[in-house]
């Protein structure tokens, strides 16, 4: 499976910004779809995921504010990002895997990051 991520860019603070994944390979609708996030000096973050059968999970800085869905039929997946604060400036990953939902080490591919720059 490879993943390229895209969408990001600079938002002023309470913008949006939609990240998309596109992912090649047999099999997208089995994996588990998950979204990471770096700040620079930072460990990664886990930010959200989907299971294969569409249940989804969240980090607690990003309910209420950010949306994972996910196409099966683009072999996409996506993150709606609202109401983005600058503590959410970072590089996203997308990333795929069978065996999770929010450990990243359990991750068996990952995307090149997208940057996303929120200004206050």
């Known amino acids: 499976v490879q993943l390229q991520a895209s969408g990001g860019g600079l938002v002023q603070a309470g913008g949006s910004l939609r990240l998309s994944c596109a992912a090649s390979g047999r099999f997208f609708s089995s994996y588990n779809m998950g979204w990471f996030r770096q700040a620079p000096g930072k460990e990664r973050n886990f930010v959200a995921a989907?299971?294969?059968?569409?249940?989804?999970e969240y980090a607690d800085s990003v309910k209420g504010r950010f949306t994972i869905s996910r196409d099966n039929t683009k072999n996409t997946v996506y993150l709606q990002m609202n109401s983005l604060r600058p503590e959410d400036t970072a590089v996203y990953y997308c990333?795929?895997?069978?065996?999770?939902?929010?450990?990243?080490?359990?991750?068996?591919?990952w995307g090149q990051g997208t940057q996303v720059t929120v200004s206050s």
């Open positions: 990333a795929a895997t069978k065996r999770t939902l929010t450990r990243s080490s359990m991750y068996d591919y």
């Open positions: 989907i299971s294969d059968r569409l249940y989804s």
